[in-house]
């Protein structure tokens, strides 16, 4: 990214903790003049991931000169009130499995939806022009918040909704998971794949016991079966 290009909008990168997330950050401090993060704590049984997020901030801070002064403020929302409205395997220890109209039962119906409206309401607050989240269409569960029309759809309520003209960055949404690999290479070298490998995590189960070659995990959850096998096409096509 030559200077010229970068952007002097200013980004709030919805910052899990997990692989993608962990690309967008990547992607967003490379285009933009100032980024901040928001992560949501809804109870997810996954929660050892919040806790990879500092580590990851600091260590992205260092990764590139240009991008430490981009690396602003973060935010952490308690959103309890998603178990509230009913379990899910995302949130409570039962199986995962499919349910009856095809989706995992690992779907949190709103989840999405609910994130990028608080998003977009600390976005207004703070002055932010841009929203990176990383959703994909390609190589997911299905989840229909997660789809490229339904973002767009919600790009235009929330900029109505706030009387501001809020943009939905979506960078991986055609990327597949190796390819999610391949631009973190893109971003931030062997430096960034390796943070990658060994800060984020994407295990369901809350698993960090066993180092893979493609990062801690059970092995055997959907999240880490997914995050697998894109690592391994990613090596096989190097
Ligand atoms: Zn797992």
Known sequence: MTASRQSRRSALVLFSGGQDSTTCLAWALARYSHVETIGFNYGQRHRVE?????????????????????????????????????????????????????????????????????????????????????????????????????????????SLGVDRPLTLETPLMWLDKADTWELAQQLGGATLVELVRVETHTCYLNRRDTLHDWGYGCGECPACKLRARGYQEWTARR
């Open 50 to 158: 919040l806790d990879c997020r500092a580590t990851l901030r600091n260590r992205m801070a260092e990764l590139r000169l240009d991008w430490k002064p981009r690396l602003s403020e973060d935010h952490l929302l308690d959103v309890d009130v998603l178990r509230q409205l009913g379990t899910s395997a995302m949130t409570d220890d039962i199986a995962i499995t499919l349910q009856a109209d095809g989706l995992p039962n690992t779907f949190v119906p709103g989840r999405n939806l609910l994130f990028f409206t608080l998003a977009a309401a600390l976005a207004y607050r703070r002055g932010l022009d841009v929203m990176v989240g990383g959703m994909s269409q390609t190589d997911y569960s299905g989840y229909p918040d997660c789809r490229d029309n339904t973002l767009k759809a919600l790009q235009v309520a929330l």
